[in-house]
Nanobody, 118 residues
């Protein structure tokens, strides 16, 4: 499975960005796609995740500002980020996994940098 992420960039505080990540290859139909981020000097953390059935999970820090969605026909996950804050600055990584069925079915995108200026 390969993941191709896009959509990062530089934005002012209060602005918006939309990230997308497309999965290709031998995809297991029941899966979870998500976004993680890692800021300099910090550990990677979950931002949001969505199951193939549409259930979502968000980090408390982004609730009400970020929205995750997916298109199962395109094997693509999206992250709409609104009201961005400087503390959202990080490299954002797309993840595609099916841990409940196969712990080794766990794939990561290359990361896309989001920079929010104050």
């Amino acid at each position: 499975v390969q993941l191709q992420a896009s959509g990062g960039g530089l934005v002012q505080a209060g602005g918006s960005l939309n990230l997308s990540c497309a999965a290709s290859g031998n995809i297991f139909s029941i899966n979870v796609m998500g976004w993680y981020r890692q800021a300099p000097g910090k550990q990677r953390e979950l931002v949001a995740a969505i199951t193939s059935g549409g259930s979502t999970n968000y980090a408390d820090s982004v609730k009400g500002r970020f929205t995750i969605s997916r298109d199962n026909d395109k094997n693509t996950v999206y992250l709409q980020m609104n009201s961005l804050k400087p503390e959202d600055t990080a490299v954002y990584y797309c993840n595609h996994q099916a841990w409940a069925f196969n712990p080794s079915y766990d794939y990561w995108g290359q990361g896309t940098l989001v920079t929010v200026s104050s």
